[in-house]
């Protein structure tokens, strides 16, 4: 009879001692809650006690938690709008005053006022700047001033705004088109100038290669003309030696120039008489005496049909080569 009792007595105390003790650990912090009432503030994990059937336990995630904002249109100092979202990371740092601000609705209540904030802030912020600011290097001094913001309007509700970025800032769908249109009329005539530019370049320093191709090619047929001068003049002297020293020899190796010259194969015919001038060292029926003295054949001595039967005027150094006989048809 005994055992009947004290078995569902024991059974009893050991509930209302189970009921009496909760757990928090490390991702979490709690309130101890009576009659609506804060009674213990439970941040440390660990075991916890309450009253059983008098005080109840509410426990709110403890770790930074993550707000993204839907889109929204922004128009800043210049008129252009911007649609523009951002993501707020933001954590619980005083328990009572969060659960006065939320009651509760908990964390839902207290990410959708914070996404109010959050916004508010967006918009004060962003239109007292230029677009070109928000989409330059000002963006993160701009996210650190709604994060700031955001923190102080956040602070009655008992949690901190960590960080504010900003994830898009794009234009409206209907201005991309002619946003578009004019930066490529922009790049374009970036590009022309650059052209432009570039080919008035190109010209100068094609004039000036032009002018020094003139310059020096000017240059080198004036140097060619003063050697080959000087060269005329010390090859006639040398002539005008040589024929002063012997006579004879110049004028017997003048007229075997003109015999290989004229002689030639592939050359044109020669209609000439057999006692012409111009065989005069050809010729066997003259004394050596008589072939001494005779001239050296005349340039106009002998009628050629072309111009290539005429003697040349003086003979060239490497024209020094007697010339082979000629044939016999050619002798008197």
């Given amino acids: 009879m005994k055992a009947q009792i004290i078995l569902p007595i024991v059974a009893?105390?050991?509930a209302v001692a189970l009921s009496s003790i909760f757990i928090v650990d490390e991702r979490e912090k709690a309130l101890v809650l009576q009659f609506g009432q804060v009674?213990?503030?439970k941040e440390t994990p660990g075991l916890g006690f309450k009253i059983p059937l008098i005080q109840e336990v509410v426990k709110y995630d403890g770790r930074i938690l993550?707000?993204?904002t839907q889109p929204m249109e922004v128009t800043p100092l210049d008129d252009r709008r911007l649609v523009v979202d951002a993501f707020a990371r933001w954590r619980i740092t005083n328990l009572v005053e969060f659960r006065e601000?939320?009651?509760?609705?908990g964390v839902d209540a207290a990410q959708t006022r914070l996404d109010r904030i959050l916004n508010a802030a967006i918009r004060e912020v962003l239109g007292s700047?230029?677009?070109n600011r928000v989409l330059s290097e000002d963006r993160t001094a701009l996210m650190n001033q709604i994060r700031d913001r955001a923190r102080a309007e956040s602070g009655a509700l008992g949690i901190e705004v960590i960080d504010v970025r900003l994830t898009r800032t794009d234009l409206p769908e209907q201005n991309l088109a002619a946003t578009f249109a004019r930066m490529r009329a922009e790049r374009e005539r970036e590009a022309a100038d650059e052209i432009a530019r570039g080919g008035e370049a190109a010209q100068r320093v094609r004039a000036t290669a032009d002018r020094t191709v003139v310059e020096l090619t000017s240059d080198a047929s004036?140097?060619?003309?003063v050697a080959r001068g000087e060269a005329d003049a010390e090859r006639n002297a040398i002539y005008a030696e040589a024929f002063g020293r012997d006579p004879e020899f110049f004028a017997f190796t003048r007229s075997l120039t003109s015999y290989e010259r004229s002689l030639q194969s592939g050359n044109s015919s020669i209609v000439m008489q057999p006692d012409s001038e111009f065989f005069t060292y050809?010729?066997?029926d003259l004394a050596p005496a008589d072939r001494a003295g005779a001239p050296a054949a005349p340039?106009?001595?002998p009628t050629a049909a072309t111009p290539a039967a005429a003697a040349p005027e003086a003979a060239t150094p490497e024209a020094t080569t007697p010339a082979a006989a000629p044939p016999a048809a050619t002798q008197p």
């Fill in 39 to 41: 009674k213990q503030v």
């Fill in 299 to 301: 340039a106009g001595g």
């Fill in 129 to 131: 700047v230029p677009s």
């Fill in 222 to 225: 004036r140097m060619a003309e």
């Fill in 101 to 105: 601000a939320v009651g509760v609705g």
């Fill in 66 to 68: 993550g707000l993204p």
């Fill in 12 to 14: 009893v105390l050991g």
């Fill in 282 to 284: 050809l010729r066997s």
